[in-house]
């Protein structure tokens, strides 16, 4: 397997693993997983469900994805290590340590539970992980000079904003009726309204302000990446996801919420929102990777021999 093919592999396997985090959270599946690493203490994987919720399925095929990606992502590292550029030869170790860690920390929600400050550093680190394996991923595979310091500095801004957004939705999020933790701790963009069965509404106030400041700078970040045809594409993809979770936001709204399970959200739909919101984080990761280019390619990494200079799951409640 070439060099830039683990990096996108890698890149691939912890944004899927973000996913599949998201969703484990939205669907409370890690729950009907009780025992690590294994689902059951007598089983090694869980039968075939066809359900979102509490489906040990979706918990068992995220931690297999999570255990892939520190594999690759190790691999790039490792390929990478004596390359010119900064981006390969360390953000790989970096995104390494820190979903070695939110992995522990998947475990010890299985196990045990979470202190909410580690909670904050596990899909913390897990976001940051995935997007610096994203824009190490982009500067290996990038080939024409398309650099832009300032959709660099938008993208990044935005990229800040949000993860704060998504961190504040875990120190606010409530219990539901059913005695599962809102919806709110899961990567998902605020419903622009203060929630009963969440906690210090001005809190759920400022996660709707940064959700405002997040757009206005997606918006500014992709008119100024348009411009260039080598950023034009995933700028494209950028504001069409963000739309996407405009819409379905609008939708899950018009059809109301409850004090159940997922915030009385129809399960389909809070699977979608979130896998959407991972996608941005994701999205802008890739953005800012690619306007990080310098003229030429960047040196790609090559096999050790040849080189010559070249989780996660957000917690319960």
């Known amino acids: 397997m070439g060099s830039t093919t683990v990096f996108r592999v890698a890149a691939a396997l912890l944004f899927t693993t973000i996913v599949l985090g998201s969703v484990v959270c939205a669907t409370d599946s890690s729950s009907a997983c009780p025992a690590w690493p294994v689902c059951y203490a007598d089983q090694v994987a869980p039968l075939p469900q066809f359900e979102w919720l509490n489906n040990p399925v979706i918990e068992f095929v995220h931690r297999f994805i999570a255990f892939l990606s520190l594999v690759f992502t190790g691999w790039a590292g490792w390929l990478g290590r004596r390359s010119s550029d900064v981006r390969v030869r360390v953000f790989p170790w970096v995104a390494l340590g820190l979903a070695v860690g939110s992995a522990v920390f998947g475990m010890m929600i299985i196990l045990f539970t979470l202190p909410l400050g580690l909670a904050l550093i596990d899909v913390g680190g897990a976001m940051v992980a995935m997007t610096l394996m994203t824009v190490a991923s982009a500067a290996v595979t990038s080939r024409v000079d398309g650099g832009s310091p300032s959709v660099r500095r938008l993208g990044l801004g935005a990229l800040v904003v949000l993860i704060s957004m998504h961190l504040l939705g875990i120190v606010v999020a ?94 389909t739909l809070a699977v979608l929102y979130t896998a959407l919101a991972s996608g941005i984080v994701w999205a802008l990761g890739y953005l800012i990777g690619r306007a990080g280019s310098v003229a030429g390619r960047s040196p790609a990494p090559t096999a050790p021999e040849a080189v010559t200079g070249s989780a996660w799951s957000t917690p319960r409640s």
């Open 174 to 267: 409530g219990v539901t009726s059913a005695g599962t933790g809102s919806f709110t701790r899961c990567i998902s963009w605020p419903l622009w309204l203060v929630l009963d069965i969440d906690k210090y509404p001005a809190l759920q106030v400022a996660r709707i302000v940064m959700a405002a400041a997040a757009l206005v700078l997606i918006a500014a970040t992709v008119a100024k990446a348009a411009r260039s045809p080598k950023l034009r594409m995933p700028a494209v993809v950028l504001a069409a996801l963000t739309v996407l979770e405009l819409a379905l936001g609008l939708l899950i709204r018009a059809q109301g919420l409850a004090l159940t399970q997922t915030n009385g959200i129809n399960a």
